[in-house]
T-cell receptor
């Protein structure tokens, strides 16, 4: 069974950088696409971006170039970096498998942006 | 960007009765490979989203057969034939055809 687990700080200061790691078990990063999705508290889902097994990535233009997704196939982990965060970036962040189909999801981690 | 519009925003249903959720896209969702990447997700209170239906009408493993998806072009529908208590939550459609991929705003299903 494919499992995804995020890790990272739950609190980030405004203007700083949010960094999250997603560790995958039950599948190899070398064989699929991998994505990040977020959900502000009480609101809907926003697609952040995805990365392919060879490192090609695509990021939602709504984030104005602040997001970077990368991966480390040797550790079976992929990463989200979001720069210059504001309170509007407070959300539950999910990592998921595939880009177009989102078949497996992590449990989600709440990241709060506050001083 | 493709906009996904769901209706209604909320639905109050008697146990055992049917429910239907509409999802409309601002562009057609057939990809160059011939597939239509329109999916439905269920988010129960306090849980992460779970995919129920993929590519319009295919039920995921373990999803009860009371859930069904249909549609084509820009109009899609999720139907629950007989609502059960465990179906309470928010339902989202999502398109994975045109970048940036996008979700509908969600439909909240509750029991009357």
């Amino acid at each position: 069974q494919v499992q995804l687990q995020e890790s990272g700080p739950g609190l980030v200061k405004p203007s700083e950088t949010l960094s999250l790691t997603c560790t995958v078990s039950g599948d190899s990063l070398k064989t699929n696409y991998w994505s990040w999705i977020r959900q502000p508290p009480g609101k809907g889902l926003e697609y952040i971006g995805y990365i392919s097994h060879n490192g090609d990535s695509n990021h939602n233009p709504s984030l104005k170039g602040r997001a970077t997704i990368s991966l480390d196939t040797s550790n079976n982990q992929f990463y989200l970096t979001l720069r210059s965060v504001t309170a509007a970036d407070t959300a539950i962040y999910y990592c998921t498998r595939t880009a177009r189909r989102l078949d497996f999801w992590s449990q989600g981690t709440l990241v709060t942006v506050s001083s | 960007d493709v906009v996904m519009t769901q209706s209604p925003l909320s639905l109050s249903v008697t146990l055992g009765q049917p429910a239907s959720i509409s999802c409309r896209s601002s562009q057609g969702l057939v990809y160059s490979d011939g597939n239509t990447y329109l999916h439905w997700f269920q988010q129960r209170p306090g849980h992460s989203p779970r995919r129920l239906i993929y590519m319009v009408s295919n039920r995921d493993s373990g999803v009860p057969d009371r859930f069904s998806g249909s549609g084509s072009g820009t109009d899609f529908t999720l139907k629950i034939s007989r609502v059960e208590a465990e179906d309470v939550g928010i339902y989202y459609c999502m398109q994975g055809t045109h970048w940036p991929f996008a979700f509908g705003g969600g439909t909240k299903v509750e029991i009357k």
